[in-house]
Structures are given as structure tokens and as C-alpha cells.
């Protein structure tokens, strides 16, 4: 890490703690299986996405239990993805959802997994049940969906004031949900109550491009679902550290994918194995 005390640069070295590297002892269920509720008939194509972004970061198995039809899409993507419901190690909910159509079913299915109490990645569909997490809990807003999440509970927090002070205001939402805050940008900037703050530099301009969040989603799913035991033993060192890292793959896989040109975001997900060979290998 470098940079001052209350703003350190996550750094290669850093990550690279933090990648769970399988051993001859290791199954797929000792590895960590990753649950995931995401995408909707309106963005089925977030939960490919995140889905993909998992599988490529490594992770024992994914178990995809969000709407049916999308299941069917995810699967003819990656026949790997098991669609039925079972133990987790961590949960990855919300992306390519809508809060303001959650039906009553859905709603409790989500409630069932956030009641379990195991390290949850809430994103963008999601945000609103930050109040509800039981367990471990990192939240992935953009600025715009920080605005919306804190305006109820402070005037000061407007698009323009977080996009201003991004770390600030990163810190304020982390402290009054008791969540980490990966808040996403050109920078992105973790914060945990009683935790250092992290930003993760440098990421090409060629993420601004849709779908991206989606894979950052599924990247930060996979790395809680392999490290749940560091997470059990000290939260408050690990939750960050992970979601550090996750942008810091994330931004790697982007420059391997982009070499100076554009990407999608399944370019990106196809690029996190590379990226983490290369953070291992150096
Ligand atoms: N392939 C997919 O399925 C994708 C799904 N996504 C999902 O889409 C959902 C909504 O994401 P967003 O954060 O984009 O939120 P919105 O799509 O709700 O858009 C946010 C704001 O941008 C404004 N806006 C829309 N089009 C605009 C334009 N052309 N110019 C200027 N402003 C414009 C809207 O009025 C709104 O205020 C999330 O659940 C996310 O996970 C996105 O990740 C994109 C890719
Ligand atoms: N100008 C930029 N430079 C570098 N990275 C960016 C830039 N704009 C956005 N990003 C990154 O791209 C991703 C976009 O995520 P998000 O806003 O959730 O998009 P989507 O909802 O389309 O998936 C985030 O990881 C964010 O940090």
C-alpha cells in the first residue's frame, strides 16, 4: 500500500494476498461455492455477466438460484452454473434487478439468504436491503446509486457532493450501514467502519462502458466465497481487502482485455484468469 493514512493505493503486492490458490487438498466445496440472485427479464444479460466473472476468478462451484427464465440464459452460457439450491459460502445479490419490482416471492427468497448470515455482495438491485444484512456485508454502489441510498437519511448527500469528495462520502455510508463501501469510478474507493480506506487507481477509461459493474460484482462474489475463513477471523481486515482487490483484478483484466482499445464486459470477465496468473507470477 502507499499514500497517506487515511487514503492508501491498494497496490499488485496487496492483492495478491488475498487470491486463494487451490491446494492438492482442496475440493470444490472446500474451494467455496458462491450463491447468486441476480438479473431480472428486464437485464437478464447482468447476471451472464457476473455469473461468468465468478467462474473465471475461480471459485469451487456457483450456484445460481435468481428468476427461472434466467437461469436458462446463464446456463446456455456456462453448462457449469448449477441452478440448484444448496449450501453457500457467500452470496452475490442484486445486479440487473430491480428494487421497485421485487416480487413477494423473491423478496423472501433474498431475505432466506441474508438471514444465513455468510459474506454477501449486495449490488445495484440490492443496495436497498444494506439495512438488513446479518452477515459480513460489502455494498458495490456507483455515485449515483450512493446519492440515492444516503438522500434519505442526509440532504447533503447529492450526486454532485459524493462525486466531489468520493472517499468521504464512501466512509460516511460504510459507518452508517456497518457495511464496506466499494464505491465505483475512475477511482474506486473502499471503506469499513474502523478500517483503513483503500482507493484502487489507474483503471483504463475504456470501463465506462455498461455491464462492467456487473463483472466487478461477480469478481468481489467469487474472492469472499474462496476466503471465508480469513473473513470469519478478523471481518474488519478482510472485507475490505477483498473488495480492494476485486476492483484491482478488475482493473487489470481491463488493460489485458483493452491493450489500448475498447472492451465489453464479457471481455473482462474472459480476462480475470490472466489477470490473477500474472498478479501470482510477479
Ligand atoms: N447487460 C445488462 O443486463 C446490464 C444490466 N445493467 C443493470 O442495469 C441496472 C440499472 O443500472 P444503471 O446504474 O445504469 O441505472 P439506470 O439504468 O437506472 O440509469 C441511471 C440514470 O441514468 C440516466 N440515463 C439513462 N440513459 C441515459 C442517457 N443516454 N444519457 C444520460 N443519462 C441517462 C437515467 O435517467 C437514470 O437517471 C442495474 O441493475 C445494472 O446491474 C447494467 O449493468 C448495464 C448492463
Ligand atoms: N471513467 C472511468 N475510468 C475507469 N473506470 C471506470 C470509469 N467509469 C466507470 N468505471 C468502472 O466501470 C465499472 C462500471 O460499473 P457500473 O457503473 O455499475 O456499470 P454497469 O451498471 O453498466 O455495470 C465500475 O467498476 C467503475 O469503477
Known amino acids: 500500500m502507499t499514500g497517506s493514512a487515511e487514503r492508501l493505493i491498494w497496490t499488485a503486492e496487496d492483492a495478491r494476498e488475498w487470491i486463494a490458490v487451490p491446494t ?17 427479464h428486464d437485464y437478464p444479460g447482468a447476471a451472464v455477466l457476473g455469473v461468468e466473472a465468478a467462474a473465471r476468478t475461480g471459485v469451487g462451484m456457483v450456484r445460481y438460484t435468481g428468476p427461472r ?9 456456462r453448462p457449469e452454473i448449477v441452478t440448484q439450491s444448496g449450501r ?13 419490482r421485487r416480487t413477494f416471492v423473491l423478496g423472501g427468497e433474498i431475505q432466506q439468504a441474508l438471514a444465513q448470515g455468510v459474506p454477501t455482495v449486495l449490488d445495484a438491485g440490492a443496495l436497498d436491503l444494506a439495512p438488513d444484512a446479518t452477515g459480513p ?32 462520502w464512501a466512509a460516511r455510508a460504510a459507518d452508517e450501514f456497518a457495511v464496506t463501501v466499494l464505491l465505483k469510478g475512475s477511482t474506486t474507493h473502499v471503506a469499513s467502519p474502523g478500517s483503513p480506506s483503500y482507493a484502487v487507481t489507474d483503471a483504463p477509461g475504456w470501463l465506462a462502458t455498461a455491464g462492467t459493474g ?22 474488519a481486515l478482510a472485507l475490505p481487502a477483498l473488495a480492494a482487490t476485486a476492483s484491482f483484478l478488475h482493473s487489470r483484466a481491463a488493460d489485458l ?26
Open 214 to 235: 456487473d463483472v466487478l460484482a461477480g469478481i468481489l462474489g467469487a474472492l469472499l466465497a474462496t476466503n471465508t475463513e480469513r473473513i470469519a477471523r478478523d471481518p
Open 88 to 100: 453457500v459460502q457467500a452470496w452475490l445479490i442484486g445486479s440487473g434487478m430491480n428494487a421497485g
Open 69 to 77: 427464465a434466467v437461469g436458462g440464459i446463464v446456463l446456455a452460457r
Open 137 to 168: 456485508t460489502v455494498i458495490t454502489p456507483h455515485a449515483r446509486e450512493l446519492a440515492e441510498l444516503l438522500s434519505p437519511r442526509s440532504t447533503e448527500a447529492t450526486l454532485d457532493a459524493i462525486r466531489a469528495d468520493a472517499a468521504t
Open 24 to 40: 492438492a487438498d482442496d475440493d470444490k466445496y472446500s474451494r467455496g461455492v458462491l450463491g447468486v440472485i441476480t438479473g431480472s
Open 257 to 282: 482485455a483493452s491493450g489500448g482499445g475498447p472492451i465489453t464486459a464479457l471481455d473482462v470477465a474472459e480476462h480475470v484468469p490472466a489477470a490473477i496468473a500474472a498478479l501470482l507470477r510477479d
